[in-house]
């Protein structure tokens, strides 16, 4: 990979190609918008997941950062700095190009994007409007509707760099510039609009997230603005030509999206069916709080963005082998991960989504680098390797572990309770060791120790007093001439409930549950209930004779 400097990019002829028709995919209707036809494109700014800003040597910044820390004379436009590009930008666009299946450009260019505002000192932002890095991508999605997975078109995949951060402060009426994200490497990921419903585009989003994030190109985390939407939405009468396209910028979250296009689809029709004016092209905002789009500039208010090929920066030459080698070492993509878990371990596909979906929460490693194995699917794997039956294992993670630390209201990237210590736990109520109730007490206990305590499961159920009374069937028998600790709860419950003893001896079986109940209770869940049920009925069938009578006393 080189930068040929002096070299000016010419313009590929077969990007000003006409574009396809917005009827491309079939027509089917939509009841909350009759007889019209939603069209929906996506431009996608993600940014790069790398150390280093794309053109200077600066770091790039967290949330958490100071002010103006990570800043070089280049990122704040100082007269006679010159760009150096960051190749570890360029990989990793290059892997979200292979795994978009996109056509790779071995020969691209960058432009220059003039337009003035306070977060771009340079009046200009490097992209590569004209000789982008790839074309002609896709991404399938899935939805309700189709049995099939439903192909969306990306038109290009580009280099570009991302603006400073603008803060108003309404008390003082000023603006403050923060030039740490100045300079930061985005990809602008652009789709044909092939989407036709907000549905479509929220899943369209999400698995475009989970494609950055499973290649470590981005972190894709829309909420501290590391991705960001801009969404184009037009509707149609069906079969008429295409209608007049609205842009809404920055969208910084998924639910928000959907939001913004079903009012301006809502708007849109308004508009249509009530007057006879044309609908105006705009570009509009999105209101947070009252969840409806506003304007900001009408096509004609639209800058004139003067593109020109940058002169400080030529062709930027990528050799096959360098596209090869990124091809070998490409991690694997949801899709791929989603079929080998429903092949190998015969999961339910409502399983897989949520085992993929904490997969999509582990922490990203920069620049490529390989994260281990952290997340949630190497967890599950390194559980069934020891013969443990996957949907326990699926179970105790989607259901148990998750849902005590959303209790805690921590992800499963805060989890500290290691593979080897669940399948211990596992292992303990699959040989009745502990029940599955006392499982669950002593996972939250786990969940809530110190990394540093090295106590094992079987070591903290005998601390916490929650071994089972009936670890063996042989435990509920008498030992010693003494009635075991299950039989003596048992006996008390009958005494405790005279009436339910007297029916049960009656034959109602119903009311054993009531009785069980007692039983489960007064143990803390350490007792296993089907083995409670049988011990009452033994129980009382030895404490009643054939005449009716009671043979020998319960207490």
Not at 64 to 71: K, Q
Not at 159 to 166: G, I, M, N, V
């Amino acid at each position: 990979m080189q930068l040929q400097a002096g070299v000016v990019a010419t313009r590929p002829v077969f990007l000003h190609a006409r574009r396809f028709f917005h009827d491309i995919r079939e027509y089917k209707e939509d009841k909350r918008w009759p007889g019209w036809q939603v069209v929906i494109g996506i431009e996608t700014h993600a940014q790069i997941k790398s150390r280093r800003k794309l053109f200077s040597e600066s770091l790039t910044s967290d949330l958490g950062a100071l002010p103006n820390s990570n800043v070089s004379a280049f990122d704040a436009a100082f007269p006679g700095t010159l760009p150096r590009i960051n190749p570890k930008c360029v990989d990793l666009a290059l892997r979200t190009a292979l795994a978009l299946r996109s056509d790779i450009q071995l020969r691209s260019s960058f432009d220059r994007k003039h337009y003035f505002y306070s977060d771009l000192p340079s009046g200009y932002q490097i992209t590569q409007q004209y000789a982008p890095l790839a074309l002609n991508g896709r991404l399938e999605i899935k939805i309700a509707e189709s049995p099939t997975l439903v192909p969306i078109r990306i038109k290009q995949i580009q280099l570009e760099q991302d603006t400073a951060k603008s803060t108003f402060n309404p008390r003082t009426r000023t603006s403050h510039i923060d030039l740490n994200r100045a300079g930061t490497g985005l990809m602008e990921i652009v789709s044909e609009p092939d989407l036709r419903s907000p549905e479509e585009a929220a899943t369209y989003v999400r698995t475009l997230q989970a494609i950055l994030r499973a290649v470590g190109s981005s972190d894709g985390n829309m909420e501290q603005g590391s991705m960001r939407c801009d969404v184009n939405v037009s509707i149609n009468r069906r079969g008429s030509p295409a209608g007049t396209r609205c842009e809404i910028k920055n969208l910084n979250s998924v639910r928000f999206m959907v939001a913004a296009i079903n009012h301006e689809i809502n708007r849109q029709q308004t508009h249509l069916l009530t007057t006879s004016d044309p609908l105006p092209q705009e570009t509009r905002g999105f209101d947070e709080n009252t969840f409806c789009t506003y304007k900001l500039r009408s096509k004609e208010d639209a800058p004139d963005y003067r593109y020109m090929p940058d002169p400080n920066l030529g062709m930027l030459v990528i050799g096959p082998e360098r596209v090869r080698s990124i091809r070998e070492t490409l991690p694997l993509l949801p899709s791929v991960i989603q079929a080998r878990l429903l092949e190998t371990y015969q999961l339910p596909e409502r399983d897989v989504d949520v085992l993929l979906a904490l997969e999509n929460t582990k922490d990203i490693p920069p620049d490529g680098e390989d994260g281990g194995d952290k997340g949630a699917i190497a967890y599950f794997e390194r559980l069934c390797k020891e013969g443990r039956d996957p949907k326990i294992v699926a179970n105790w993670m989607t259901h148990e572990l998750l849902g005590q630390l959303s209790a805690r209201k921590e992800g499963f990237k805060d989890n500290t309770v290691s593979s080897a210590q669940l399948g211990e736990l596992i292992d303990l109520i699959a040989h009745g060791v502990v029940t599955g109730t006392s499982g669950k007490l002593l996972l939250r206990h786990m969940l809530s120790l110190p990394t540093s305590d090295a106590r094992s499961p079987v070591e903290l159920a005998r601390d916490l007093n929650l071994i089972a009374l009936t670890p063996s069937a042989q435990l509920t028998e008498p030992v010693d001439g003494k009635p075991s600790e299950l039989r003596q709860l048992c006996n008390q419950a009958l005494t405790a409930l005279p009436s339910e003893t007297a029916a049960a001896r009656q034959g109602q079986k119903n009311v054993l549950n009531k009785i069980v109940g007692w039983v489960m209770r007064e143990s803390r869940g350490r007792a296993d209930a089907r083995e409670v049920r049988r011990l009452v009925e033994t129980i009382i069938t030895e404490s009643h004779d054939p005449n009716g009578k009671n043979a020998t006393t319960v207490d």
